[in-house]
C-alpha cells in the first residue's frame, strides 16, 4: 500500500470527527490550483476519491459551496475565491512554524491578459527563479479584465489601465508608451510616426475583454468612423493584419507580439499608461509581498541601465 493510500484512509477514517486539518486546506488549494481533481489526487499523491471527500468534508464543515462541479473544467465560487486566499495563508502559516523554509510548497500564480510584464517579464522570472527557487512563479495570460484574479484562477496580476474592481489592490509599477499597430501595406505603415486622427478615419479594431483602448481615447467630436470589436490579442492582430482596421496597444504589445502582417508605429498625441500590479484585499500568497518588492527593484534596476 503506498503512502498517499495510507493517507488517504487516515483521512476517511478522521472524517467523521467535524475536524479540519491542514490535509483538508491542502486538498482545497491542489484542486483550486489545478482546476481538476483528478489532477489534485496526482499532486498529492492521493486517490481521486480521497481528495473529493476531504473537500466535501471541508464545505460540509463550513457550511459553503468552495467549488462550483457544474461544468467539467471545476471553478471557484465566490466563496471559494475568498477562502482561497485565507486556506493558503494558513497552510503556509504551518509550514513556517514547522520550519519548512516558508511559502515553497505552493505556486505563485500571476496573470496578465497580454505582453506580461513587458520588457521586464525575463528579468522578473530569472530573478525570483534564482532567489525564490522553491516558490514557482507561474506566468498566466487569461483573456479577462483583471487577468482571472477576480476569478481567483491567479494569486496576482499585470494589468494596464485604470482597474475599477471592488476588492483589489493596485500598485502603479511604471507607464508605457502608446503605439499604433496598423496593417503592413496600409498607406500608415510608410509614416515614422502617427497621431489619433491619423487612425480615426477608418475603422478602429478594439479588444473590448482585456484591452484599454475604447472611442473615448479621441476626443468626442473626432471619434472613429467605425470600431470592429474582438475579444483577445491574437484576434486584435489577425483582424489588422487583414486590413480591417487599425488598433492603439501600448509598447510593450510590439515587442511581445511581433506578427508579420503588423505595423507598429508611436501614436505622439495619445496618454502613457499605467502598468499595475494587483492582488486582492486579503491575506492571499505568502509571497506576494516579495513579488511585489521584487518587481519594483526591476523596474528600478532596468530603467536604470
Do not use: C
Amino acid at each position: 500500500m503506498s503512502a498517499g493510500q495510507d493517507a488517504g484512509q487516515a483521512g476517511e477514517r478522521g472524517r467523521g470527527t467535524g475536524r479540519i486539518e491542514v490535509r483538508h486546506l491542502r486538498a482545497f488549494l491542489a484542486v483550486a490550483d489545478e482546476s481538476s481533481v483528478t489532477r489534485a489526487a496526482a499532486r498529492l499523491r492521493l486517490t481521486q476519491p480521497a481528495v473529493s471527500r476531504t473537500l466535501a468534508a471541508l464545505e460540509q464543515h463550513l457550511g459553503l459551496r468552495l467549488v462550483d462541479r457544474s461544468t467539467h473544467h471545476l471553478a471557484l465560487t465566490a466563496e471559494g475565491v475568498a477562502f482561497r486566499d485565507k486556506a493558503a495563508a494558513a497552510v503556509a502559516a504551518f509550514d513556517e512554524a514547522l520550519g519548512s523554509g516558508g511559502p515553497g510548497r505552493w505556486p505563485l500564480r500571476l496573470g496578465h491578459a497580454w505582453s506580461a510584464f513587458g520588457r521586464y517579464t525575463t528579468p522578473l522570472l530569472r530573478t525570483w527563479q534564482e532567489r525564490y527557487p522553491g516558490t514557482p512563479l507561474e506566468l498566466l495570460r487569461i483573456d479577462d479584465r483583471t487577468a482571472g484574479l477576480t476569478r481567483g484562477e491567479v494569486d496576482a496580476a499585470v494589468l494596464r489601465g485604470p482597474v475599477e474592481v471592488p476588492g483589489l489592490v493596485t500598485e502603479v509599477l511604471y507607464e508605457e508608451e502608446r503605439v499604433a499597430a496598423v496593417a503592413a501595406d496600409s498607406p500608415l505603415a510608410a509614416r515614422a510616426e502617427l497621431r489619433l486622427a491619423d487612425l480615426a478615419t477608418g475603422s478602429v479594431v478594439l479588444n473590448t475583454v482585456s484591452g484599454t483602448t475604447t472611442p473615448g481615447l479621441w476626443p468626442p467630436s473626432a471619434r472613429p468612423a467605425a470600431t470592429l470589436t474582438v475579444a483577445n490579442t491574437d484576434d486584435w492582430l489577425t483582424a489588422i493584419a487583414a486590413g480591417r482596421g487599425a488598433g492603439v496597444s501600448t509598447a510593450s504589445t510590439a515587442a511581445m507580439h511581433p506578427h508579420a502582417g503588423v505595423v507598429y508605429r508611436p501614436l505622439t498625441d495619445a496618454p502613457a499608461v499605467p502598468v499595475l500590479l494587483a492582488r486582492r484585499d486579503a491575506p492571499g500568497h505568502p509571497a506576494l509581498a516579495d513579488l511585489a518588492a521584487l518587481a519594483r527593484e526591476i523596474v528600478a534596476r532596468e530603467a536604470g541601465d
